[in-house]
């Protein structure tokens, strides 16, 4: 017999009661789980971990999800904005039996109680944020600011899928977002599904108030409209009250979206319209303590994290702590074997519909094989190398373009109004800037705007790298670019989700692959001669560095083609992070596309073509072995080179370019990383080795400092010297230039130094002169402008 609505609040009460006890266990016990027998400070966790303030209010939420869940036949995933929430979700996937399906250990029984109580931000164990190993999350939520970014990313193109993101007032108050707010203005309600926020104010942080709970009603109201939202208040203390207004707020807020898409995909016409959210006020650390020692727990800052912070050491504060338990009345929700009573559990949809089981959580089991299109169709013609130019990007677009038509549903677009700055414009020939704005009648010459589109471009780059991680979660692929001085705004981000993988990797088996985290950084410091300064700055391959090798790769590549090869084999990579470096403007050109597959292939590559150290039938010993990184340090190294075959020609000189950043570390570092063996055959055990870097030069060394030949190894990078100079000018002033490149030779390689003393007078003249010609013409020179690779190959 159905029940009436009445009785199913009572019972989702009982439910919800049921997951506070779960999260006050969770954060306190790791014996005694159902107060069979008085609590005791053995019972106790040795170390108090957990966080208690916004579990309440996100397993109040969870619970009426669950409604709406069962009573529409929904698909739905949740999100948990606040900081330390997983108490707020574990303790929903336990009730409804997805976490004991991924762990058989955490048993719904008082033994497999006790041990998911264990367990929980304990040493050897999980943490308190949602991390990978919780079922049901694709957010951790450890660093705040991300969670309707998230789940913008997992709505795309996913038209059945609602995310209901719970945004914690404390969060609420992060740039990512305020700005993330408007991701409205991005859904497609035909093709994609929704993202229904529950902002949710329980007053405060960890030692203040918030500032979303302490403005005026009406002020709130109007902010979230301005936004673009309708918000629906839900607000009180009392628990049966509340329960009503929740359960009408969620039904009203499933209506407006079943019916907004309901009239835009059956008129064919997609709009923008006022989406619901909901703005959930209850008290932080909800039915916990009230006071403490006359001080308020309940409802205030207190609360945030233990509000008992010591009831193993304190007789009160256990005995507050077992009351605290049993308030939630126990013997009413499990039965004598600590078994959830049926009742309760027939509240929770089943199979798939869980959102502890939604395949959306765990998207690499929805994701496709990437259809990627032949590089072949894009190859730079290359006869002879370092003759001509191209903008190196520009096939990368094309390719893009090429495999979104591939997969039309499953491949988008993030950028921040750079899409063709980044010469990635080729896109819009099959696919334009998704934009569900007004348009104005000049948008319809070359603002390249439509309803629905593949690109996704804001000024934006927290949001934009947010949607594309909510995408690659849910088992679709993404490509992020910006320029490289700013890539830094989305570097914690980049950590986060780098630290994600890895869990995943260690700790979360069960979750399949997902497509990799791309980032093309092009705009690169070296071509900054009208910007300057402010936008001079490669240290984003330096955080790279730190990440786990299992993750992260960097390349470096520097001509057209290796980007083509690059793409080829990142794009499919899965459970990584990818940082290409790549720069837009037109380059030199130097190898074919077969033969840029293999450098790629290898890593780092010997070029043959411009070195003469190849002996023949003799042993090949090099003089000094010229490395490069990066494609501006690539075209000063050959610079360099062919002054030194002109002024020294009996010097032998090796050339080595690098593609992939660590393949100049151990294999037990990074699967990138050369053998000790080969790595002193390419640069030697006691040469001189040159190295021209496209970053800071001391990453290099952090990457070589175990190579046997490493106190020979010499870097030249960026050194923070930079305005608005020209491109050689700026190569001058942090010493990648070819001129100081002889230089060093000349200094480096034993008995050169006097023998090439007029050499080295002639290549500072060169510097003096090339800056003289800058300063009067606010350009270079025609001869480094016009530079192409002159000599013969030495065979």
Not at 120 to 146: A, D, K, N, Q, R
Not at 545 to 557: A, H, I, T, W
Not at 752 to 768: D, F, P, Y
């Amino acid at each position: 017999m159905a029940m009436d609505h009445e009785q199913e609040l009572q019972l989702l009460d009982a439910w919800w009661r049921a997951a506070n006890y779960l999260a006050v266990g969770m954060i306190y016990l790791r014996e005694n789980p159902l107060l069979a027998e008085p609590l005791r400070p053995e019972h106790i966790k040795a170390r108090l971990l957990g966080h208690w303030g916004s579990s309440p209010g996100q397993a109040f939420i969870w619970a009426h999800a669950n409604r709406v869940i069962r009573h529409h036949d929904l698909e739905m995933i949740y999100l948990s904005g606040p900081g330390h929430g997983a108490p707020g979700v574990m303790g929903p996937t336990y009730l409804d039996g997805s976490y004991s399906e991924v762990y058989p250990d955490k048993s719904q029984d008082a033994g497999g109680m006790q041990r998911f109580f264990k367990q929980f931000s304990f040493p050897g164990h999980i943490g308190s944020h949602c991390t990978p190993e919780t079922p049901g999350s694709i957010h951790e939520g450890g660093e705040l600011g991300y969670v309707l970014s998230h789940a913008c990313g997992a709505v795309f193109d996913n038209p059945d899928l609602i995310a209901l993101a719970c945004v914690g007032d404390g969060e609420a108050e992060t740039g990512p977002l305020a700005t993330s707010w408007h991701i409205n203005k991005f859904l497609n309600p035909i093709t994609d599904g929704a993202v229904l926020p529950v902002l949710h104010l329980n007053g405060y942080k960890i030692a203040n108030p918030t500032l979303l709970a302490r403005i005026p009603r009406e002020e709130l109201v109007s902010l979230m409209r301005g936004y673009g939202w309708d918000p629906i208040l839900v607000e009180g203390s009392e628990p049966a009250e509340m329960h009503h207004a929740m359960a009408a707020a969620m039904d009203q807020a499933i209506a407006t979206i079943q019916r907004v898409r309901q009239d835009c995909r059956q008129s064919g016409e997609a709009v923008r319209p006022a989406w619901p959210m909901i703005v959930l006020r209850s008290p932080k650390g909800w039915t916990g303590p009230r006071e403490l020692n006359g001080k308020k727990l309940e409802d205030f800052w207190r609360s945030h994290q233990v509000p008992l912070p010591a009831p193993n050491k304190d007789p009160q504060q256990l005995t507050m702590l077992q009351d605290w338990l049993r308030s939630y009345r126990p013997e009413e929700l499990f039965d004598a074997n600590g078994t959830l009573r049926p009742e309760l559990q027939a509240l929770s949809p089943t199979g798939a519909r869980r959102m502890g089981s939604s395949p959306h959580a765990n998207g690499g089991r929805l994701r496709r094989s990437l259809r990627l299109a032949p590089i072949e169709d894009h190859a730079v013609h290359i006869e002879r190398p370092g003759q001509s130019e191209h903008e190196n990007t520009a096939p990368l677009g094309a390719l893009l373009r090429d495999t979104i038509v591939r997969n039309p549903d499953s491949l988008r677009v993030f950028g921040p109004d750079e899409t063709a700055s980044n010469r990635l414009q080729a896109i819009y020939e099959v696919s334009k800037k998704v934009w569900m704005e007004e348009f104005l009648p000049e948008d319809l010459n070359g603002s390249e705007l439509a309803r629905e589109g593949r690109v996704v471009e804001m000024l934006s780059e927290h949001t934009l790298v947010g949607m594309m991680e909510g995408y690659l979660l849910t088992g679709r692929y993404g490509f992020f670019h910006t320029y490289e001085a700013f890539a830094h705004v989305i570097a914690s981000m980049f950590n986060q989700h780098a630290k994600w993988l890895e869990s995943c990797k260690l700790h979360a088996t069960w979750r399949a692959p997902i497509a990799p985290w791309n980032c093309l950084i092009s705009s690169t410091v070296w071509r900054q001669d009208h910007n300057g300064f402010t936008h001079q700055d490669p240290g984003f391959i330096d955080l790279a560095g730190n990440k786990s090798g299992d993750v992260v790769r960097v390349y470096l590549p520097a001509d057209a083609n290796c980007l083509l090869a690059v793409a080829e084999e990142a794009l499919v990579e899965t459970n990584v992070c990818n940082i290409i470096v790549s720069d837009k403007q037109k380059h030199l050109q130097y190898l074919t596309l077969e033969e840029a597959r293999s450098h790629v292939a290898k890593g780092i590559g010997l070029w043959g073509w411009a070195s003469n150290d190849d002996q023949g039938d003799e042993p090949d010993e090099p003089d000094v072995v010229m490395a490069c990184a990066g494609d501006i340090p690539t075209k000063e190294v050959l610079a360099a080179v062919e002054i030194l075959h002109r002024e020294v020609p009996k010097l032998r000189i090796r050339v080595i370019n690098v593609v992939k950043l660590f393949a100049l570390t151990q294999p037990s570092e990074h699967p990138h990383g050369l053998s000790d063996r080969d790595f002193d055959s390419l640069f030697t055990t006691d040469k001189p080795v040159i190295f021209n870097f496209h970053g800071y030069p001391w990453l290099i060394h952090r990457l070589t400092y175990r190579r046997t030949n490493h106190p020979n190894i010499h870097v030249r990078g960026y050194k923070e010297k930079g305005n608005i100079n020209t491109p050689l000018e700026l190569a001058m002033n942090n010493q990648i230039d070819r001129f100081n490149l002889v230089i060093d030779v000349i200094d480096r390689v034993p008995g050169l130094g006097s023998r090439a003393a007029h050499v080295k007078e002639r290549m500072k003249e060169e510097i003096l002169g090339h800056r003289r010609y800058a300063h009067t013409h606010g350009m270079d020179s025609p001869d480094v402008t016009g530079w192409r690779w002159s000599l013969p190959s030495p065979h």
